[in-house]
């Protein structure tokens, strides 16, 4: 896929491109500018202004990294742009809904206690400063490798590798040692 973006400049690869780039990625750009903003329909508007951006700017991919990683940069970047943004700081918007997909294969006592222990995990690495919940996000629940979070970033590996060791004892402290 990234060998026929440097050749693409018609309108119609360009589609094709963002498309397959939305069905591969979307979801993933989703839950990381959610862990960002918090705010289920703030993420999903920021996620589809990501795209747009993405769509505006194929022309500039460079290949010096990888293409998700690029990605991961747009996203990163716009998403701390709006938690800056004057909007973002004068208006609360109240989140009304949390989804949580039920587990199955589960007895109801274990799913239960499952669903509370992922929530408070999850709460604790919400409550993060935004520095440490983007290392665990990345490292953790996408698999990025150290020199890849620095490239998506913009910072370098040790420093990426302090912010991540930090974080685990954030949470380790949150969670009560429990880690």
């Known amino acids: ?12 690869d360009k589609e094709s491109i963002i498309d397959e780039l939305m069905r591969n990625y979307g979801q993933d ?27 505006n700017n194929l022309h500039k991919y460079n290949r010096k ?31 009304t809904e949390n989804h949580h997909p039920g587990i199955q294969g ?6 239960v206690i499952r669903k509370e222990e992922d929530s408070e995990l ?10 440490y919940r983007e290392v665990i996000y990345l490292y953790y629940f996408e698999e ?15 420093t990426v590798k302090t912010r991540l060791r930090r974080a685990k004892s954030l949470l380790k402290e949150q969670l009560g040692g429990d880690m």
């Open 65 to 95: 990294s990888k293409l998700k990683t690029w990605l991961w940069r747009i996203a990163i970047n716009h998403s701390k742009d709006y938690l800056k943004s004057w909007y973002t700081n004068k208006v609360v918007v109240a989140e």
């Open 122 to 131: 999850a709460e604790a690495v919400m409550n993060l400063p935004v520095e």
């Open 106 to 111: 589960d007895s109801v006592e274990e799913s």
């Open 29 to 55: 750009v989703l839950q990381l500018v959610f862990s960002y903003v918090r705010n289920q329909s703030a993420a999903e508007d920021l996620t589809q202004e990501i795209f747009v951006k993405c769509y």
């Open 144 to 158: 990025m490798q150290i020199k890849e979070i620095a490239k998506a970033t913009d910072q370098k590996a040790n």
């Open 1 to 12: 896929m990234e060998e026929i973006i440097t050749e693409a400049y018609d309108l119609e």
